[in-house]
């Protein structure tokens, strides 16, 4: 039951009551927010308020509505597991769903539960302080209401803080201009229209195809080659979706099982261990299966450089077969990093789209952007492309952008900011030291963005959920990690990165490197899923060893 001092306020069923006190303050309403406010609830009956910049739940899948926009994850891993019903009613139409079903199926689920209530909409925060005489976190949004609370949970997601790059007289342009995660809710026309597209990320990939069959002509900015798998997207047939309302434990003790969170496993073999004519055999039998699965053919691709080379000039290969321009294929294969070592995209038709007569390569490598002029972008060697409209295909300040964009200071006034000035600094992803009663939902130092997310989310969620049980049923009322676990679990991160090719691509966004200033510092986990699972399991069988308890 809620402590007995806690006052709980009135609210309508919009949740549109503002300020307040609560047992728990929740940031975002995407899918960790939501499952989150279910979880301390509905569950341990606490008094919850969940705060969203958004007009809407969706939390990723609200902003970013961008042509194309699709998950990665193949839909039926792509959801919440919690609920045997929630999963017997939902019927997902595709093998990689759209944007928009993606937000019906969150609304479906904010519906479900009754959790709008609980939600405060259009409510961005500022401001996130730590009273340590009265135990509480105290919180102000953009709109001047304030909040207080006993825990303070981030649910801002690891890719929600979009990256505009500063490229000189971007406000002398004189068209329009759009981020991809910015993207308006009433879409934009590219119908005979000049577009320049910067950025040929996961998500460059997934636009660029769609604004070509709509735009005059479009010219894309590529300063980084990137490796990309087909999707294969197709709508589900009826034989699969049985298969999927049959096999629900299944499915989910696999995705519980792999280092990724996805619904398949890794082939127990090695790159070596076959010749290789077999090995192109395999990858070719994983490039026309499609998607994510094609870096699960063998067990080393992602540890061994020699491995990875052979699937790094199979995609090369393809690329040069798909694209006809000799020239235009030889600046989409000089890709410069080891394949999967940055997010490894999958695409509809994205080396095709450089087929069309209407679409023009730009290698930024050979020559930069110097500037955006009123009438577009020129680069460095003279050339000025005339647009109508500008893409920023840019990505984000990932994983730690959401959390220092707010004022979050800690014990003794100290900002997050301060604190993690060389990088992120965490326990499990889960706290940082001077932070009590603070929790990051997939926060930096956790598998997040290595998985399928939904899986990391629930674990999270469920932690937090058991965590504050726990302190609860013993009169407790903090929690907050120690400095020494916090330099353990950093070293511990850095070692199982620096056992596998990731954190060798020095412009990779999982360093940071996409954001300029930004310290160099490899911040997802990378010792797997299943792994980081049981860890957080024996931390908390130990009685929560690592965090101090009182209060």
């Known amino acids: 039951m809620p402590d007995s001092t806690t006052q709980h306020p009135t609210t309508s069923a919009a949740g549109q009551g503002g300020g307040g006190r609560f047992d728990a303050l929740v940031i975002g309403a995407g899918f960790s927010g939501l499952y989150q406010l279910h979880c301390l609830r509905d569950r341990l009956g606490l008094s919850v308020r969940v705060l969203e910049a958004a007009e809407g739940v969706g939390g990723t899948w609200y902003w970013n509505r961008y042509p194309g926009a699709r998950c990665d994850s193949e839909s039926h891993s792509y959801c919440y597991s919690f609920s045997k019903e929630l999963l017997e009613e939902w019927e997902w139409s595709e ?10 199926y969150l609304n479906h689920v904010a519906d479900r539960f009754d959790l709008r209530r609980d939600i405060r909409f259009g409510a961005r925060v500022v401001s996130a302080e730590w009273d340590e005489t009265a135990e509480l976190w105290r919180v102000v949004t953009q709109s001047g209401e304030r909040y207080a609370a006993r825990f303070l949970i981030t649910a801002v997601g690891c890719l929600s803080a979009a990256n505009i790059p500063d490229i000189p007289g971007l406000e002398d342009f004189r068209g329009r201009w759009y981020h991809t995660g910015q993207w308006p809710h009433e879409g934009v026309d590219f119908t005979g229209k000049r577009v320049g597209m910067i950025g040929t990320g996961s998500t460059g990939i997934q636009a660029a195809p769609v604004i070509a069959e709509a735009a005059a002509h479009l010219t894309v900015f ?14 589900l047939t009826p034989e699969f979706k049985r298969y999927v309302r049959e096999h629900h434990a299944e499915i989910r003790r696999v995705m519980h099982a792999t280092p990724n969170g996805h619904p398949f496993y890794i082939e127990d073999r090695s790159v070596f261990d076959v010749t290789p004519e077999e090995r192109r055999a395999i990858y070719e039998v994983a490039w026309q299966r499609g998607g994510l699965q094609f870096r699960a053919t063998f067990r080393d691709l992602l540890v ?23 020239a235009t294929a030889a600046v989409l294969s000089d890709i410069d990093h080891p394949f ?17 007569d209407n679409v023009t390569l730009v290698n930024l490598r050979a020559t930069p952007i110097e500037c955006i002029t009123p009438r577009g972008i020129r680069t460095r060697d003279g050339t000025e492309y005339a647009l109508d409209a500008i893409v920023f295909a840019t990505g984000f300040d990932a994983m730690t952008g959401p959390l220092l964009r707010m004022d979050i200071r800690g014990r003794d006034g100290l900002p997050l900011r301060e ?59 903090r929690i907050e990690a120690t400095p020494e676990a916090v330099d353990r679990w950093v070293a511990h991160a850095n070692d199982a990165a620096n056992a596998s090719l990731l954190p060798t691509v020095p412009h990779s966004w999982y360093l940071g490197a996409n954001v300029p200033g930004k310290p160099r510092v490899f911040m997802p986990y990378a010792g797997g899923m299943a792994r980081y699972r049981a860890i957080c399991a024996e931390v908390a069988a130990r009685g929560y060893e690592g965090f101090t308890l009182g209060g």
């Open 95 to 104: 093998r990689y769903p759209g944007q928009a079903e993606i937000l019906r």
């Open 340 to 356: 999967a070592a940055k997010r490894p995209p999958i695409d509809t038709n994205y080396f095709e789209t450089f087929n069309r």
């Open 419 to 477: 604190a993690w000035r060389a990088g992120p600094q965490t326990y499990l992803g889960l706290q940082a030291a001077g932070f009590p009663n603070l929790f990051t939902i997939t926060g930096p130092g956790s598998p997040s963005v290595l998985c399928n997310m939904p899986v990391p989310i629930e674990q999270h969620v469920e932690w937090i959920t058991d965590c504050i049980a726990h302190l609860r049923s013993r009169g407790l009322t």
């Open 222 to 235: 590529q300063r980084t080659a990137n490796y990309s798998i087909p999707a294969r997207n197709a709508p």
């Open 304 to 326: 061994d450089k020699a491995a990875n080379d052979t699937a790094a000039e199979f995609i090369r290969g393809k690329i040069r077969e798909v694209v006809k321009n000799p």
